[in-house]
RNA sequence: GCCGGGGUAGCUCAGCGGUUAGAGCGAUUGAUUCAUAAUCAAUAGGUCACGAGUUCAAAUCUCGUCCCCGGUACCA
C-alpha cells in the first residue's frame, strides 16, 4: 500500500550563493528522505524553489545597480545548478517570482482577510532619509544605550545581548548609507496568531515523534503569542491583494509569508506542469498523508507556529481549495538541523569564512559531499566541517570500507568469470552474511523513515564492513586456485551483498550507486536522472525548474535476484582518494579569501 | 535578560534511568596480500563540563554554576 508523501524543503534565499551550511540543514536530509520513500513505492512529492523577496535581496542589487529581478534571476540559476550536481531529487524547484506561487499567495491572503484572521495595526518604522527606503532593524546601527558599544544593531547588542528597539540607539544610522534614519508611522497587515493559540496547542502536544527541540521551542512560544506583521514597506515583494492597494508600490507581502505558501503553490504548480492540476490535492486534502518538512533550526517557528496558522485559517477555502474536501494538511513532522561550523567558525560570506557548493563541487564529486553531510553534518548538534575531516572520511571510510569492497569484489569476479558466477550449494556462513545484508532493508529502512539519517549510514557502512569481513575469512582468492566451484560460490554471495549494500547506499549516494549499477551489468537508471525543464506560464513568462522522471527508476528498496550469467562490465574505482595536499590547499584558498 | 539545544575516549560523534559507557578514525600489536598500501583481528585509551540532590541504580532525572550554538517576533 503506497503513502503520499510531502517532503517540503526550505527554500534557498536567492541573495547571493549557497554554502556548505545550506545544503547539510535541508538539502541532502531532504533528498535521502524523499529517495528511500520513491524506493519504498511510495508516493512522493519533494518540492521547494528560491525564495526571491525580501529586503536583502533588494539591498543587493542596488549595490550592484541591477534590478532585484535580474539578481533573482541569477542565483535561482546558480542555486538551481548546485542542487541539481548534488543530485536533490525534486519533483520541482521552482521559485517565488512565478505568477502561479503569486497567485496562491494572494489567494491566502484575501482569504485569511475576508475571515478576519489578518488584521491593520500601525507600527513605528525606519526609512532611509536619503530614498525613503525601508529599513529593517537590523540594517539600522548605533551606539548601545546599556553597554555603549558603538556598532550595536537595531533589534540587538552584539556585545552585551540586549534586545532593543532602533530608537533605543544613540546616534543611529542606517547601515546602507551611513545617515541617520527618519521615524514614522506605518499602516501594516498583520497575522493574527493568537486566535490559533488553541489549536496549534492542541494540535502541537500530540506531536510526540517531533525531536524534543522543535515541539517544546514551539509549545514555550504559545505562552505570548502576538500578531505578527506579514506585509513591509518595500517595492519588491507580491502586491497586496486588496483594491486600495492595487496601484500601490510602496507596501507588499512580507517575504516569509509568501515562503512558507510556496509548499502549496509549488504542489500546484507540479500538478499543473503534469497536466494533472487537481493532484496537488491528493497530498494536500488527503488526511492519511504524510508531509514532512525538513529545515535549518532557525526556520522552526515559521514552519510550527505561523505556516499551521495559516493553514489553519485557510482550511480548504479560497479560490484554489475551492471550499470542497478536506483543510489543507497540517505539517506532519518538521525534522530541523542545527547548523555547520566551518573550521570552528560560523559560516560567514563577508568574512571570507565560507565553502559555496558551486566550488566545493567543482573541485570535489557529490557522493563524498553527500557521505560526509550524512555521517558527520548537524543532525543533533552542531557539527564542524574541516577539510582535514573531511579527506579523512572520504580515504579512510568511504574508499577504504565501501569503495575498497565494490573494487576487490568486482575485479574478482570479472577477472576470474566475466560475469555472475554460477553457485554452488550455499554454507551456513554464505546464508548467513547474505540474510544480515539482506536484514538492512528493514534496518536502514526504518532509520531513515524516522530522519535519522546518520545512525541510517553508519548501519549501511557497519554492513559493508560485515562483507569484508567475510572475504577476508574465507578467501576466494586462495580458493580459487584449488577449488572453482568454491570459489565461484564466496563471489556470488559476495555479489549479492554489493548489490543489495548499493540499493541502501543510494539514497545516500545516488551517483556511486548508479556507476555501480552499470559495472553490475544492469541497465536503467536505478534512481535517476534529474532534468531541467522550462515551463511559459499563462502571462507569456518563462521560468526553468528542476524536476526528474522518477517513476521510472528500477531501484526498489528490496533484495535483488542478481541474475547468474549477467556479465560484467570492466570494473573502476567509484571513489576517488584525496591527496593529504588537499587540506593545505583548500586551507591556503579559505586564507586568500 | 528570557526561551530552547548542546558540553561524553587524542579527533569527529552515538547513547539520554538499568549488566563492566559505545562507534568510526587515530595509537599499539598481530594476520593477510584479491583490492584505490585498500582489508581483518586484538589491545590500550573516559571521575560522561563542574557542584549538589533524588533513586536500589544517574552520562541519562532535578537544582545551581561555567562555557558554546540558535531564537527572541522588521534578516531570511
Given at each position: 500500500m503506497s503513502e503520499y508523501i510531502l517532503v517540503a524543503v526550505a527554500w534557498p534565499y536567492a541573495s547571493g550563493p549557497r554554502h556548505l551550511g545550506h545544503v547539510a540543514g535541508f538539502g541532502v536530509p531532504a533528498d535521502i528522505f524523499a529517495r528511500y520513500q520513491r524506493m519504498k513505492g511510495n508516493r512522493v512529492l519533494m518540492i521547494s524553489g528560491t525564495d526571491e523577496h525580501g529586503t536583502p535581496v533588494t539591498l543587493a542589487a542596488d549595490k550592484e545597480g541591477i534590478t532585484p529581478k535580474q539578481l533573482v534571476d541569477r542565483y535561482n540559476e546558480v542555486i538551481g545548478n548546485d542542487l541539481y550536481q548534488l543530485g536533490l531529487s525534486y519533483d520541482l524547484f521552482t521559485r517565488t517570482t512565478t505568477r502561479n506561487h503569486y497567485a496562491v499567495t494572494q489567494d491566502l491572503f484575501k482569504t485569511l482577510y475576508e475571515r478576519g484572521y489578518i488584521i491593520v495595526q500601525t507600527t513605528l518604522g525606519a526609512f532611509s532619509a536619503?530614498?525613503?527606503?525601508?529599513?529593517?532593524?537590523?540594517?539600522?546601527?548605533?551606539?548601545?544605550?546599556?553597554?555603549?558599544?558603538?556598532?550595536?544593531?537595531?533589534?540587538?547588542?552584539?556585545?552585551?545581548?540586549?534586545?532593543?528597539?532602533?530608537?533605543?540607539?544613540?546616534?543611529?544610522?542606517?547601515?546602507?548609507?551611513?545617515?541617520?534614519?527618519?521615524?514614522?508611522?506605518?499602516?501594516?497587515?498583520?497575522?493574527?496568531?493568537?486566535?490559533?493559540?488553541?489549536?496549534?496547542?492542541?494540535?502541537?502536544?500530540?506531536?510526540?515523534?517531533?525531536r524534543p527541540n522543535v515541539r517544546s521551542f514551539s509549545l514555550n512560544m504559545l505562552a505570548?503569542?502576538?500578531?505578527?506583521?506579514?506585509?513591509?514597506?518595500?517595492?519588491?515583494?507580491?502586491?497586496?491583494?486588496?483594491?486600495?492597494?492595487?496601484?500601490?508600490?510602496?507596501?507588499?507581502?512580507?517575504?516569509?509569508?509568501?515562503?512558507?505558501?510556496?509548499?502549496?503553490?509549488?504542489?500546484?504548480?507540479?500538478?499543473?506542469?503534469?497536466?494533472?492540476?487537481?493532484?496537488?490535492?491528493?497530498?494536500?486534502?488527503?488526511?492519511?498523508?504524510?508531509?514532512?518538512?525538513?529545515?535549518?533550526?532557525?526556520?522552526?517557528?515559521?514552519?510550527?507556529?505561523?505556516?499551521?496558522?495559516?493553514?489553519?485559517?485557510?482550511?480548504?477555502?479560497?479560490?484554489?481549495?475551492?471550499?470542497?474536501?478536506?483543510?489543507?494538511?497540517?505539517?506532519?513532522?518538521?525534522?530541523?538541523?542545527?547548523?555547520?561550523?566551518?573550521?570552528?567558525?560560523?559560516?560567514?560570506?563577508?568574512?571570507?569564512?565560507?565553502?559555496?557548493?558551486?566550488?566545493?563541487?567543482?573541485?570535489?564529486?557529490?557522493?563524498?559531499?553527500?557521505?560526509?553531510?550524512?555521517?558527520?553534518?548537524?543532525?543533533?548538534?552542531?557539527?564542524d566541517f574541516t577539510w582535514a575531516e573531511f579527506v579523512r572520511r572520504n580515504n579512510e571510510e568511504l574508499v577504504a570500507t565501501w569503495g575498497n569492497l565494490v573494487n576487490r569484489t568486482l575485479t574478482n569476479v570479472y577477472r576470474n568469470f566475466g560475469c555472475v558466477p554460477q553457485p554452488g550449494r550455499l554454507s551456513d556462513v554464505d546464508q548467513g552474511v547474505l540474510d544480515e545484508i539482506a536484514h538492512g532493508f528493514t534496518t536502514v529502512g526504518e532509520l531513515i523513515d524516522a530522519a535519522r539519517f546518520?545512525?541510517?549510514?553508519?548501519?549501511?557502512?557497519?554492513?559493508?564492513?560485515?562483507?569484508?569481513?567475510?572475504?577476508?575469512?574465507?578467501?576466494?582468492?586462495?580458493?580459487?586456485?584449488?577449488?572453482?566451484?568454491?570459489?565461484?560460490?564466496?563471489?556470488?554471495?559476495?555479489?549479492?551483498?554489493?548489490?543489495?549494500?548499493?540499493?541502501?547506499?543510494?539514497?545516500?549516494?545516488?551517483?556511486?550507486?548508479?556507476?555501480?549499477?552499470?559495472?553490475?551489468?544492469?541497465?536503467?537508471?536505478?534512481?535517476?536522472?534529474?532534468?531541467?525543464r522550462e515551463y511559459t506560464e499563462s502571462d507569456g513568462s518563462t521560468h526553468r525548474v528542476l524536476t526528474g522522471a522518477y517513476a521510472t527508476w528500477v531501484g526498489r528498496w528490496e533484495p535483488t535476484d542478481l541474475p547468474v550469467g549477467q556479465a560484467l562490465l570492466q570494473p573502476a574505482p567509484l571513489f576517488k582518494k584525496l591527496d593529504e595536499s588537499v587540506v593545505a590547499e583548500e586551507l591556503a584558498r579559505l586564507e586568500q579569501a
Open positions: 536619503s530614498t525613503g527606503q525601508a529599513l529593517p532593524d537590523r540594517y539600522i546601527e548605533g551606539t548601545c544605550p546599556i553597554c555603549g558599544y558603538s556598532e550595536a544593531r537595531g533589534d540587538q547588542c552584539d556585545n552585551c545581548g540586549s534586545q532593543l528597539d532602533p530608537t533605543d540607539l544613540i546616534n543611529p544610522r542606517s547601515k546602507v548609507d551611513g545617515q541617520p534614519p527618519v521615524f514614522r508611522d506605518s499602516e501594516h497587515f498583520f497575522l493574527d496568531l493568537p486566535a490559533f493559540a488553541a489549536q496549534l496547542q492542541a494540535w502541537l502536544v500530540q506531536q510526540e515523534h517531533w505570548d503569542l502576538k500578531a505578527r506583521a506579514i506585509t513591509r514597506d518595500l517595492e519588491w515583494g507580491i502586491p497586496i491583494p486588496l483594491p486600495e492597494y492595487a496601484d500601490r508600490n510602496d507596501k507588499k507581502i512580507y517575504v516569509w509569508f509568501d515562503a512558507v505558501i510556496g509548499y502549496l503553490s509549488a504542489s500546484i504548480e507540479w500538478a499543473h506542469n503534469q497536466g494533472t492540476p487537481d493532484a496537488w490535492r491528493e497530498w494536500w486534502q488527503n488526511p492519511s498523508a504524510r508531509h514532512v518538512y525538513f529545515m535549518g533550526k532557525d526556520n522552526i517557528v515559521f514552519h510550527s507556529i505561523i505556516w499551521p496558522s495559516m493553514l489553519l485559517g485557510y482550511g480548504n477555502g479560497g479560490t484554489f481549495g475551492g471550499g470542497q474536501g478536506e483543510p489543507l494538511h497540517l505539517p506532519t513532522n518538521i525534522v530541523s538541523s542545527e547548523f555547520l561550523t566551518m573550521e570552528g567558525k560560523k559560516f560567514s560570506s563577508s568574512r571570507g569564512i565560507v565553502i559555496y557548493v558551486r566550488d566545493f563541487l567543482s573541485r570535489y564529486d557529490p557522493d563524498p559531499l553527500r557521505y560526509f553531510l550524512t555521517i558527520a553534518g548537524p543532525e543533533n548538534q552542531d557539527t546518520q545512525a541510517a549510514i553508519k548501519e549501511t557502512m557497519r554492513l559493508a564492513s560485515l562483507v569484508n569481513n567475510y572475504l577476508s575469512e574465507q578467501e576466494p582468492w586462495r580458493v580459487i586456485k584449488t577449488d572453482r566451484e568454491r570459489a565461484a560460490t564466496i563471489l556470488y554471495v559476495a555479489l549479492r551483498c554489493v548489490d543489495n549494500l548499493k540499493l541502501m547506499f543510494t539514497p545516500f549516494l545516488p551517483f556511486s550507486s548508479q556507476q555501480l549499477h552499470a559495472m553490475l551489468g544492469y541497465s536503467g537508471f536505478i534512481a535517476g536522472p534529474l532534468e531541467f
